[in-house]
């Protein structure tokens, strides 16, 4: 029994039956060298799949350090127009001024309110790219790119424009209409020109608070630009 061995036999057609005779130890070792590969290829689905798993995890981990950092240094932004605001002002006005408004509450003066100046909404719908401003005398003109980051659907709405005065007050611009609203699909080029309002003057002027509202009049997008910034 010792020397027992199968056979394996090949029949065709048009040849001769061919036999052959395997050793029980073959055949062991065929099926084993299959089972062994069938694990391999488990193991290595498995290995594949975690990879897969952890770089996941690394590229979500990634998207949110990203994110963190932008939104430090959006901050880092705002301190640092908070301070050159502040150093716009003479230590000795501001301490006045502050000093008056202690003493006379009741006079309605524009008061420096640094966190609505330099408050911002972003509702990722829309980015603002290459803001330049221009201002020749009693004319300005204002071009930026306006991205739309809904890769699904179109955006529509309206921009505006307000300046921030350097005492902190807002003035509105009287622009054209035809010029701020839009419909994109991807991105748009937007320029327009406007008179400057009355009693301002290029010197006045701290900066450009931007704000883009939706068609039901939602504010989607609102950031200050410092002048000194975006001055072609």
């Known amino acids: 029994m010792s020397d027992s061995k199968y056979s394996v036999l090949f029949m065709r057609d048009d040849t001769d039956v061919k036999r052959y005779r395997l050793s029980p ?3 062991r070792l065929f099926l084993f060298s299959q089972i062994f590969m069938l694990l391999c290829a488990a193991g290595g689905i ?13 590229l979500a981990q990634k998207k949110k350090l990203e994110q963190r950092l932008v939104d430090a240094e959006v901050r880092l932004e705002r301190l640092g127009n908070m301070e050159k605001i502040l150093q716009s002002y003479d230590p000795k006005e501001l301490q006045a001024l502050l000093s008056s408004a202690a003493d006379e509450p009741e006079t309605k ?5 640094l966190r609505k100046i330099f408050s911002r909404v972003d509702t990722r719908q829309v980015g603002v790219e290459n803001l330049q401003a221009r201002i020749n005398g009693a004319k300005a003109t204002v071009s930026f790119e306006l991205n739309n980051m809904q ?5 529509s709405g309206v921009v505006d424009f307000i300046f921030v005065k350097k005492n ?5 611009i009287n622009t054209n209409k035809n010029d701020l609203t839009f419909q994109i699909q991807r991105f748009k080029r937007i320029r327009t020109s406007f008179i400057m ?8 002027v701290f900066g450009i608070r931007l704000e883009i509202k939706n068609n039901d009049g939602t504010v989607i997008f609102s950031e200050t630009y410092p002048l ?3 001055l072609a």
């Open 109 to 113: 003066q524009p008061s420096l309110d």
């Open 197 to 204: 309002p009355s009693g301002v003057k290029k010197s006045d």
């Open 168 to 172: 902190g007050e807002e003035v509105s």
């Open 46 to 58: 498995y290995m594949g799949m975690r990879g897969w798993w952890q770089n996941a995890e690394l």
């Open 25 to 27: 130890f073959w055949l």
């Open 151 to 155: 890769t699904t659907k179109s955006m």
């Open 228 to 230: 000194y910034n975006i």
